[in-house]
């Protein structure tokens, strides 16, 4: 059974530092990893999805990297900015099992 | 493109009553699925659908919840009787057919039981 950890449970950060996440999953045999934001009151925003043939996928000012063997993968937020505050979520593979998530809070 | 839209956006209702959630997904999503988030936690997988043949429903307490999905578009879940500790968002998520495909979520419906 696939259990997921994500470190740190919040965060708090001033505006234009670079941050990481940290999600830990216990079944390595997966096809993918999805990393998704969620706003208040609102759904998952799906940011990166890296296969398992990959080690990293970019978009914009975040990086995903995934360690497959290791069963850990991180997200990199460069220069963060208020309109990043939200909950973020990873969630190994294609039957997805989420962490509780890391709630960031970015103050300008 | 239209995203998941998900109906109604807040339930409330007492313990033992029932209730109904729907759910149309992306136009051309052959995979829907159902998510239950109690406050705090991640969401958990309920039920999948390909096309209109249950995947997945390993997750969903049978006793109480039912899902269907007729001719592989809209979906319903339902609840009855409801319990406290259903009071939850239900979250519905769609994706195209394959392994590597990103899931697209509605902004789920807020359910407190009274």
């Known amino acids: 059974k696939q259990e997921v950890t994500q470190i740190p449970a919040a965060l708090s950060v001033p505006e234009g530092e670079n941050l990481v996440l940290n999600c830990s999953f216990t079944?390595?045999?997966?096809?993918?990893l999805q990393w998704f934001r969620q706003d208040p009151g609102k759904g998952l925003t799906s940011l990166l999805l890296?296969?398992?043939?990959?080690r990293e996928q970019t978009s914009g000012r975040l990086n995903a990297s995934l360690d497959k063997s290791s069963g850990r993968s991180t997200l990199y937020i460069a220069a963060s900015q208020p309109g990043d505050s939200a909950t973020y979520l990873c969630?190994?593979?294609?039957?997805?099992?989420f962490g509780a998530g890391t709630i960031l809070r970015v103050k300008s | 493109e239209a995203g998941v839209a998900q109906s109604p956006r807040y339930k409330i209702i007492e313990k033992r009553q029932s209730v109904a959630f729907w759910c149309n997904p992306i136009s051309g999503h052959a995979t829907l699925y159902w998510y239950q988030q109690i406050l705090g936690q991640g969401p958990k997988l309920l039920i999948q659908f390909q096309n209109n043949g249950v995947v997945d429903d390993s997750q969903l307490p049978k006793d109480r919840f039912s899902a269907e999905r007729l001719k592989g578009v809209d979906s319903t879940l339902k609840i009855q009787p409801a319990k406290l500790e259903d009071s939850a968002v239900y979250l519905c998520?769609?994706?195209?057919?394959?392994?590597?495909?990103?899931?697209?979520f509605g902004d789920g419906t807020r359910l407190s039981i009274l």
């Open positions: 079944d390595s045999a997966i096809y993918n």
């Open positions: 969630a190994p593979g294609n039957k997805l099992v």
């Open positions: 890296i296969q398992s043939s990959q």
């Open positions: 998520a769609s994706s195209p057919t394959g392994s590597n495909q990103p899931q697209h």
